[in-house]
C-alpha cells in the first residue's frame, strides 16, 4: 500500500526534528564561537571528531543509489554487487594511510587545488570544470530521482513533489556549512542504519514465514539453499549480469580504480578528511571501513529477499509489476510489506541517506565552484564573508538545476546504480592515473596531466562505442566481451573497459613525462617522505581486522 500511516509519519516526525534542531543547535553555536571563515564554512576545519568523519563520510556515501539501485541490483544479480561495498572497506584503509597523509602535509583542501600545486592552473580548471558537470549531472540528479522514486512509492506522495521537498531539506542542511553536516550526518547514519536494519530483519522474516521456518537465520539458509544462485561475489561468463560485474577482472583493475578514485581522488569525500588532523582523519576513514562492511546487510539482502518473494510470487500483481517495470522498484514494494511504525522508521532511514547525501554533494559542488573556480578566476579578492555568500547561492542553483534535469536522463531506464558508475567511468581512469603518479613520481608533468584528462574521457568514449564498429564476439573467451541483449552487441563490461583506459594513461603519461623531462621542463614535486605513511598500532590492528573479515567473506561466497 503506497501511503504511511499516521504512526509512521509520527516516526518520520521525530527524526525531522531530531536532525533540524540539533543541526540548529550546531549552528547557532558555531555563530557564538564566532567563526565565518571559507575553510570553517566548506571544511569544518579543526571542528569534526574521528566518529563525526567516520558517519559523515558514511551518510554522505549511503544514499538513493545503494538503498534503492543497489538493492534493484540485488534482486537481479545477488550478492555480487557486495563487492562494491566490501572493497571500499580495504581502499578507505588504504586512502587512510597513502592519500590523507600526502594531502593534509601539502595543506590541500580541494582536489583542484592539489591538479594546480602538483601541475598547473589549466589542468586544475579542466579538471574542476570536470568535476562540476561530473556531480551535476550524474550525482545529484540520480540521487534525487532515485530518492523520490523511493519516497513516491512508500509514500504515495506525488513523485515532482517529492524530488522538491528533498531539494529543500537538504539545502537547509548544507546552508549551515560542513560542520553542521558532519555532526547531523551523526543522527543520519543512526537513523540509516537502525532503519536499515530492520528492514532487512523484517523482509527475511518475511521469507522464513514463507517457507514455515521460524528466526533470521532459518529465512536466511532458507534464501541461500533455494536461492544460491544469489550468493555467489564472482560471477560466471554466461550470467546475464557479467556485463555489470565481471568475473575476476574487476578485482584486479575495474573496482580498484572506481574505489580508489571515489576515496581517494573525490572532494564529495576527502573533504570530511581534510579538516583534521591526520590521526583524527585516520581513525574516522578507520571507522568508515567497519560501517562499509556492514552495508551489504542494509542495502544487499534487501533485494535478494525481495527476488525470493517475488519469486515465489509472494507479492500482488500491482506489486510485481512494479519490480517487473522497473528492478530499482524492488525495495520500495519491500518496505510497503513492513507494519506501521517501522514502516516510518524505514521511511527515516531511506531519507536520511538521500538527505546527507545531497547534501553532503552540494556542499563539495559549492567547494570547488567558490575556491576552485570563483576565488581564483573571478573574483581574487573576495573577502571570507563573500565566499560563504557565494558558496551558499551555487548550493542553492546546483541543487534547482538537478531538480529540473534529473527527469531527463533515462535513470530509470538503466538502473540507478550501474548509471552512476558507468558514468562517472568515463573520467575515473584518467583522473586516477594523474592522481596516482603526481602523488608519488615527482617526474609526471602537466602535459602528461592534460593528456590524462582529455585523453582519458576519449578513449573511454571510443572504447564504449567500439562494438558499433567492431565485432568484439572472438573476445568473449577471454571474459572482456558480453551479450548485451538491450543494444544486441558483443560489448566490453564498462568496469574492464576502465581498466584499459588506466592503463593506457598510465603508459602514455610516463612516456610523455619523460619526453618533457628530456626537454628539461620542470615539474611541481610535492612533500612526501616515509614517515608520513606510518600508523599507530590500533590503526594497523582495525586494518589487519578487516583484511581478514574480507578474506573470509570472499572465501566463503566466491
Not at 400 to 427: A, C, H, N, R
Amino acid at each position: 500500500m503506497k501511503e504511511l500511516s499516521f504512526g509512521d509519519w509520527g516516526v518520520f516526525l521525530v527524526y525531522f526534528i531530531i536532525v533540524a534542531a540539533y543541526g540548529l543547535w550546531v549552528y547557532n553555536r558555531k555563530k557564538i564561537v564566532g567563526v565565518s571563515s571559507s575553510k570553517d564554512y566548506f571544511l569544518a576545519e579543526g571542528s569534526l571528531t574521528w566518529w563525526a568523519i567516520g558517519a559523515s563520510l558514511i551518510a554522505s556515501n549511503i544514499s538513493a543509489e545503494q538503498f534503492v539501485a543497489m538493492s534493484g541490483n540485488g534482486f537481479t544479480m545477488g550478492l555480487a554487487i557486495s563487492t562494491y561495498e566490501w572493497m571500499a572497506a580495504l581502499t578507505l584503509v588504504i586512502v587512510a594511510v597513502f592519500f590523507i597523509p600526502v594531502y593534509l602535509r601539502n595543506k590541500i583542501f580541494t582536489m583542484p587545488q592539489f591538479l594546480h600545486q602538483r601541475y598547473n592552473s589549466t589542468v586544475a580548471m579542466i579538471m574542476a570544470i570536470f568535476w562540476l558537470l561530473l556531480y551535476v549531472i550524474v550525482n545529484l540528479t540520480s540521487i534525487l530521482y532515485l530518492g523520490a522514486i523511493a519516497i513516491h512509492g512508500i509514500s504515495g506522495i506525488n513523485f515532482e513533489l517529492c524530488i522538491g521537498l528533498l531539494a529543500v531539506f537538504s539545502i537547509i542542511i548544507t546552508l549551515g556549512g560542513m560542520k553542521v553536516i558532519g555532526f547531523t550526518d551523526v543522527i543520519q547514519v543512526f537513523f540509516l542504519i537502525l532503519g536499515g536494519l530492520v528492514t532487512t530483519y523484517i523482509a527475511i522474516t518475511k521469507v522464513a514465514d514463507h517457507y514455515g521456518v521460524t528466526g533470521i537465520s532459518a529465512g536466511l539458509s532458507a534464501m541461500y539453499t533455494n536461492y544460491n544462485d544469489h550468493f555467489h561475489m564472482i560471477l560466471k561468463k554466461d550470467n546475464a549480469s557479467y556485463g555489470d560485474v565481471p568475473g575476476l577482472t574487476m578485482l584486479l583493475g575495474g573496482m580498484w580504480i572506481v574505489n580508489l578514485n571515489y576515496w581517494g581522488c573525490n572532494q564529495y569525500i576527502t573533504q570530511r578528511a581534510l579538516g583534521a588532523d591526520l590521526k583524527t582523519a585516520r581513525g574516522g576513514i578507520l571507522f568508515a571501513a567497519f560501517l562499509k562492511l556492514l552495508m551489504p546487510v542494509i542495502v544487499v539482502l534487501p533485494g535478494i529477499a525481495a527476488y525470493v518473494l517475488f519469486k515465489e510470487q509472494v507479492f500482488d500483481a500491482g506489486s510485481a509489476g512494479s519490480i517487473n517495470e522497473n528492478h530499482d522498484n524492488a525495495y520500495p514494494v519491500l518496505l510497503n510489506l513492513l507494519p506501521t511504525g517501522v514502516k516510518g522508521l524505514a521511511f527515516a532511514a531511506l531519507t536520511a541517506a538521500v538527505v546527507a547525501s545531497l547534501a553532503g554533494k552540494a556542499n563539495s559542488i559549492a567547494t570547488i565552484f567558490t575556491l576552485d573556480i570563483y576565488k581564483k578566476k573571478i573574483n581574487p579578492e573576495a573577502s571570507e564573508k563573500n565566499l560563504v555568500n557565494v558558496g551558499k547561492i551555487s548550493v542553492v542553483v546546483a541543487m534547482v538545476l538537478g531538480v529540473v534535469i534529473s527527469p531527463f536522463l533515462g535513470i530509470d531506464k538503466k538502473g540507478g546504480f550501474q548509471f552512476i558508475q558507468e558514468y562517472t567511468g568515463f573520467v575515473s581512469p584518467g583522473i586516477f592515473a594523474m592522481f596516482i603518479l603526481g602523488f608519488f613520481w615527482k617526474k609526471a608533468s602537466s602535459n602528461a596531466a592534460l593528456f590524462a584528462t582529455i585523453g582519458g574521457f576519449g578513449f573511454s568514449v571510443f572504447f564504449k562505442f567500439l562494438p558499433k564498429f567492431a565485432n568484439l564476439e572472438p573476445l568473449k573467451g577471454t571474459g572482456f566481451s558480453f551479450f548485451n541483449t538491450q543494444s544486441g552487441l558483443w560489448e566490453i563490461p564498462f568496469l574492464d573497459r576502465m581498466g584499459f583506459v588506466f592503463v593506457i594513461c598510465m603508459i602514455s603519461m610516463i612516456v610523455i613525462s619523460l619526453i618533457d623531462a628530456a626537454r628539461g621542463k620542470k615539474t611541481n614535486g610535492l612533500e612526501v617522505d616515509a614517515s608520513m605513511f606510518k600508523t599507530t598500532n590500533s590503526f594497523a590492528v582495525g586494518a589487519l581486522i578487516i583484511i581478514g573479515i574480507l578474506t573470509a567473506l570472499y572465501t566463503v561466497f566466491y
